[in-house]
């Protein structure tokens, strides 16, 4: 069964304080790894994918890193914008296969950036 | 834009009153997902459409069921809802490809039980 755990549960930062979240997943084969942020209410708006150890992705202030055991979502100084819940997702199996498998989440790091 | 919508946004029902959410796509995504999400909580899959073909997950209950009529409309059915019932409801949409496939998903809607 896979599994994510996304740590810490809440990180509050002064604006302009960079930091790093963490997840750390198990899973039988990875398909892809995936980040997203959801804004209080609303669904989750997808960020970056993820497929193998050693690949990162940079999105404006956000940088997603992937080793074998876990990944890292950098935000460097971050801005009150930036306050949101940042979802961590696996998708297992074969590797090189496809199919239709939904989605594992972690319950999410609550971000606050302060002014 | 090519988007998921999903409606309501809010819906209130009646302890035990059947209640339909629906979702719609312009992605044109040949998977469409239903995740249930908690307060604080991570989004759980509930089950999946790929195509016309229809996927339980193994835990999820018998209240919960949906329906595909074509390609861009998904609906959600709850039976009998209880107080445990309330939740956000999430839709999701992806193209089966190689490898890992992102879902994207829609605003969700907000179910309270009274």
């Known amino acids: 069964e896979d599994q994510v755990t996304q740590s810490p549960e809440a990180l509050r930062l002064q604006e302009g304080e960079s930091s790093s979240l963490n997840c750390s997943y198990t899973?039988?084969?990875?398909?892809?790894l995936f980040w997203y942020r959801q804004d209080p209410g609303k669904g989750p708006e997808f960020l970056f994918t993820l497929y193998s150890a050693g690949e990162e992705k940079e999105k404006e202030r956000l940088k997603a890193t992937l080793t074998k055991k876990e990944s890292f979502l950098h935000i460097t100084a971050p801005k009150p914008e930036d306050s949101a819940t940042y979802l961590c997702?696996?998708?297992?199996?074969?590797?090189?296969?496809?199919?239709?498998?939904?989605?594992?989440f972690g319950k999410g790091t609550h971000l606050i950036i302060q002014p | 834009d090519a988007m998921v919508i999903q409606n309501p946004r809010y819906q209130v029902t009646q302890f035990g009153k059947p209640v339909t959410l629906s979702c719609s796509q312009t992605l044109n995504h040949n998977v469409m997902y239903w995740y249930q999400q908690k307060s604080s909580q991570a989004p759980k899959l509930l089950f999946h459409?790929?195509?016309?073909?229809?996927?339980n997950e193994a835990d999820t209950p018998d209240n919960f069921q949906s329906r595909r009529p074509n390609t861009s409309f998904c609906f959600l059915d709850i039976r009998s809802p209880g107080l445990g019932d309330a939740a956000m409801y999430l839709c999701?949409?992806?193209?089966?490809?190689?490898?890992?496939?992102?879902?994207?998903f829609g605003q969700g809607t907000r179910l309270t039980v009274v």
């Open positions: 899973v039988s084969g990875l398909r892809g």
């Open positions: 997702a696996v998708q297992g199996g074969d590797p090189s296969g496809g199919g239709a498998d939904g989605l594992t």
């Open positions: 999701a949409t992806s193209r089966v490809r190689q490898g890992g496939t992102e879902a994207f």
């Open positions: 459409y790929y195509d016309k073909d229809f996927n």
